[in-house]
């Protein structure tokens, strides 16, 4: 069972909220409260497991007013695991509260992509190379996906460690999902 609370101004997108939480067996609505005038973007949060916004560790769900790109990484430290528009449907909405709920992280490509080239340490190749990795493949099989040569692969395998002051290619892995540049 997920637990739910929603924070919103009301209304109708508040009120469509409930009823989507509302009709999934798996989904426990645990309250709703309103949301101040200090977030303008973010219609309505969909906190996980308890009513503690302020936590860190308590999974957040985002329904986004405005069609700005999302900071993925500030998201992700302040507890947002999903970013989803205002027209989402509620199939959108449960895969998203499903996907927080596991640990998971759900953003829209654009929000990825132009975040990543922003404030990653990678170059682009690196974040090619560290999502392959992520998927389980070897340096040969990366090699061959990316038209270069094995020792070209060892190379950005080398430098990712190295940017990401990492001791290990999982933890390279690690580090890539915590930043929100590796999606599962």
Do not use: C, Y
Not at 86 to 98: M, P, Y
Not at 151 to 167: D, G, Q
């Amino acid at each position: 069972m997920i637990r739910v609370a929603i924070a919103g101004s009301p209304g109708m997108l508040r009120a469509g909220l409930e009823a989507v939480v509302r009709e999934r067996l798996e989904l426990q609505l645990i309250g709703t409260f309103e949301l101040t005038d200090d977030v303008p973007v973010v219609d309505v949060l969909l906190v996980l497991g308890t009513l503690d916004v302020e936590s860190p560790r308590t999974p957040v769900v985002l329904m986004l007013a405005g069609s700005e790109p999302v900071n993925v990484r500030a998201a992700l430290r302040s507890g947002v695991r999903s970013a989803l528009p205002v027209s989402a449907t509620a199939v959108e909405i449960f895969a998203a509260i499903q996907a927080a709920a596991a640990g998971l992280t759900a953003f829209r490509p654009s929000d990825l992509e132009e975040r990543t080239t922003e404030t990653s340490q990678l170059s682009p190749r690196e974040l090619e190379v560290l999502r392959m990795l992520a998927d389980g493949l070897a340096n040969k099989e990366i090699a061959w996906r990316l038209g270069i040569s094995e020792h070209t692969v060892k190379f950005h395998v080398t430098s990712i460690l190295n940017r990401l002051n990492a001791a290990s290619r999982a933890e390279a892995v690690a580090i890539g999902m915590r930043n929100g540049w590796i999606t599962i």
